[in-house]
C-alpha cells in the first residue's frame, strides 16, 4: 500500500453508518442508522476503481479511505456522511488495510432516500 493511506491523511471528520432494523410501533420495520465518529479521506474515483466496480456491477464515484474502529468494520451497505455538509455515501465494496487501521471502500454518492434500501 501506498504512503498516501496512512492514518495521517484521513482529514475528513465524517460518520460511519450501519443499518439496524428496528419495530415501530405499528408491528413493521423501519432501517435506523447507528454511526460512529471517525476520519476519513475521500477521492474521485479512478481508472482502477471503475474497473472494479465493472466487477461489483454497480456505479461507483468516490473512493474513501476510513479510519476502523474496533466493533466498527465498515461493510458493503454501509454509508458515510459527511459530518460538515451533511453528504451521504453508501458503501459498495470494502477491502481492509489492517497494517494501517484503515479500510479503503468503493462508494457511491447516495440519491434520494437512502433508508428505503
Known amino acids: 500500500m501506498s504512503r498516501r493511506n496512512s ?3 484521513l482529514r475528513v471528520p465524517v460518520f460511519l453508518g ?3 432494523v428496528v419495530k415501530d410501533g405499528a408491528g413493521g420495520e423501519a432501517i435506523t ?3 460512529f465518529a471517525t476520519w476519513a479521506r475521500i477521492d ?3 481508472g482502477r476503481e471503475w474497473a472494479t466496480a465493472a466487477i461489483v456491477k454497480d456505479t461507483v ?3 474513501i479511505t476510513v479510519r476502523v ?3 466498527w468494520i465498515p461493510e458493503a451497505r454501509w454509508r458515510v456522511r459527511e ?3 451533511g453528504r451521504l455515501y453508501d458503501l459498495v465494496t470494502v477491502m481492509l488495510a489492517p497494517q494501517f487501521g ?3 471502500c468503493l462508494a457511491r454518492t447516495a440519491q434520494g432516500n437512502t433508508d428505503a434500501r
Open 61 to 63: 464515484d468516490c473512493r
Open 7 to 9: 492514518s495521517g491523511a
Open 33 to 35: 442508522w447507528q454511526e
Open 83 to 85: 459530518k460538515e455538509s
Open 44 to 46: 474521485a474515483a479512478g
Open 18 to 20: 450501519r443499518p439496524v
Open 102 to 104: 484503515n479500510a479503503e
Open 69 to 71: 474502529i474496533p466493533g
